[in-house]
């Protein structure tokens, strides 16, 4: 597809489709640059007051501002004990499906190894 019409290419009327990285930092905001996020991705969620629900750049700053300590590597560096104990369990269970031949829905292992791991970043003197 690249090699017929180029490096970027609409795919539909809302969509791209880019061959390279070289042209992410111009379509998404970074190094100082403000640009508001697409009402259409967000509303999906219908979580219009959390900070990815979030479309007006200046507020998305001040709502994942206070999410930001959660997410420093100090934190992630803290918790990665329980990640790799959790990861070793959620590969073994892609194991066991593996060597049953039964199909696995993919989406609902990600959401659950996520719901296993969130309440240790909110909640990390509690959870275990």
């Known amino acids: 597809?690249?090699?017929k019409y180029g490096l970027i290419v609409r795919i539909n009327p809302d969509e791209l489709h880019i061959e390279t990285p070289d042209f992410?930092?111009?379509?998404?905001?970074?190094?100082?640059?403000?640009?508001?996020?697409?009402?259409?991705?967000?509303?999906?969620?219908?979580?219009?007051?959390?900070?990815?629900?979030?479309t007006d750049h200046n507020k998305?700053?001040?709502?994942?501002?206070?999410?930001?300590?959660?997410?420093?590597?100090?934190?992630?560096r803290r918790l990665q004990p329980v990640i790799d104990e959790r990861l070793d369990t959620f590969l073994g269970r892609v194991a066991d499906y593996q060597d049953s031949g039964k199909p696995m829905t993919i989406n609902v292992a990600f959401a659950a190894f996520t719901a296993g791991n969130y309440p240790n970043y909110l909640f990390p003197s509690v959870a275990s």
């Open 1 to 3: 597809m690249h090699n």
């Open 24 to 54: 992410y930092d111009k379509l998404y905001a970074s190094g100082g640059k403000k640009r508001d996020k697409w009402v259409r991705f967000v509303s999906q969620f219908d979580l219009p007051f959390s900070a990815f629900g979030t």
């Open 60 to 76: 998305h700053r001040i709502r994942r501002a206070a999410l930001s300590p959660f997410f420093s590597q100090a934190a992630v």
